[in-house]
């Protein structure tokens, strides 16, 4: 019996769709992992740049709107001025920050990995399920997905094989807040059946 730990992590920054005034027709537009930075006085502009993946037209989303240069990080600006991958791509996950900018999200195209407690991504095939483990899932991005289909998805079986496990107590799933708790009462053999 073991509690094991894994994190929801999306591959990358999440596509938008939005009307190319290029193309004149709604587009993806992915991150282009820049930003753009205006310094006006002592207040600040900061986007990160979209572009469209047919004609390369940009939308600009926005950051900080005329915000005082005291309250962004010295840290977070030189990240801004060097066009900080990461950093870009952390926005560009961010459920919050696209909502903000109205923007709707290409959720369809959306995939993640599973990371253990070490940041080290975890083959699901490989995971070893006993029976009375707790298996703990963080989706701390937010990524919308029905748990019964997490469940099937780290199992391995078919979302109907989940709900029949679970009419038989053979498959618990708890969840709390952006947590998600999968208990297994039996081997995987029985419960992939
Ligand atoms: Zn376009």
Redesign the pocket.
């Known amino acids: 019996m073991e509690e094991r730990k894994l994190r929801m992590v999306p591959d990358g920054s999440f596509g938008i769709l939005y009307h190319?005034s290029?193309?004149n027709v709604r587009?993806r537009f992915i991150n282009t992992g820049r930003f753009r930075v205006n310094a006006n006085g002592n207040r600040i502009d900061v986007w990160l740049i979209y572009q469209?993946?047919?004609?390369?037209?940009t939308k600009n989303l926005t950051i900080y709107e005329r915000q005082s240069a005291k309250r962004i990080s010295k840290e977070e600006y030189r990240k801004f001025l060097a066009n900080d991958e990461a950093l870009a791509e952390r926005y560009g996950m961010d459920f919050g920050f696209l909502g903000q900018n109205r923007v709707m999200i290409d959720e369809e195209t959306i995939r993640w990995h599973y990371e253990d407690g070490e940041g080290k991504s975890v083959a699901l095939k490989e995971i070893d399920w006993i029976p009375g483990d707790r298996v703990f899932i963080d989706n701390e991005f937010g990524i919308r997905i029905r748990r019964e289909k997490l469940a099937a998805d780290l199992l391995g079986v078919s979302r109907s094989r989940v709900q029949c496990l679970m009419e038989q107590d053979m498959l618990e799933i708890q969840s709390t807040g952006k947590q998600i708790c999968i208990i297994l009462r039996n081997c995987l053999e029985k419960l992939r059946g």
Request: charged share 40%.
């Open positions: 190319c290029g193309c587009r469209c993946e047919k004609c390369k037209h």
